[in-house]
């Protein structure tokens, strides 16, 4: 497994944007698949985006299709979730998790979870 931490919420009126970060720990980062997912409050966590190991295939919500960019730097060991137009209903904590090999939308598949970032979205 990979250890996760994520960086980067906060904040936001509606229409602004914000950059997430997850940093793994460990040389096996490149062996996983990223994903980002979210979780309002009373609200099941919800899948968001997610990247394959070398960042050539990349799967979205529909909810967050246009407005948000996955990407990783394997170099660097991480992964970002640009995310613009923000709007209200985008307001919860985001969690980074990691997989070995597939990328995957499934939160069951996902084994190396990240503590998670509060996103707040003003109207």
């Known amino acids: 497994q990979v250890q996760l931490v994520e960086s980067g919420g906060g904040l936001v009126q509606a229409g602004g944007s914000l950059r997430l970060s997850c940093a793994a720990s460990?040389?096996?980062?490149?062996?996983?698949?990223m994903a980002w997912f979210r979780q309002a409050p009373a609200k099941e966590r919800d899948f968001v985006a997610a990247?394959?190991?070398?960042?050539?295939?990349?799967r979205y919500a529909d909810s967050v299709r246009g407005r948000f960019t996955i990407s990783r730097d394997n170099a660097k060991n991480t992964v970002s979730l640009q995310m613009n137009s923000l709007k209200p209903e985008d307001t919860a904590v985001y969690y980074c998790?990691?997989?070995?090999?597939?990328?995957?939308?499934?939160?069951?598949?996902?084994?190396?979870w990240g503590q998670g970032t509060q996103v707040t979205v003003s109207s």
């Open positions: 990247i394959s190991l070398n960042g050539d295939i990349t």
């Open positions: 460990g040389r096996t980062f490149s062996s996983h698949a």
């Open positions: 998790a990691a997989r070995p090999s597939i990328i995957h939308t499934n939160e069951r598949a996902f084994g190396s």
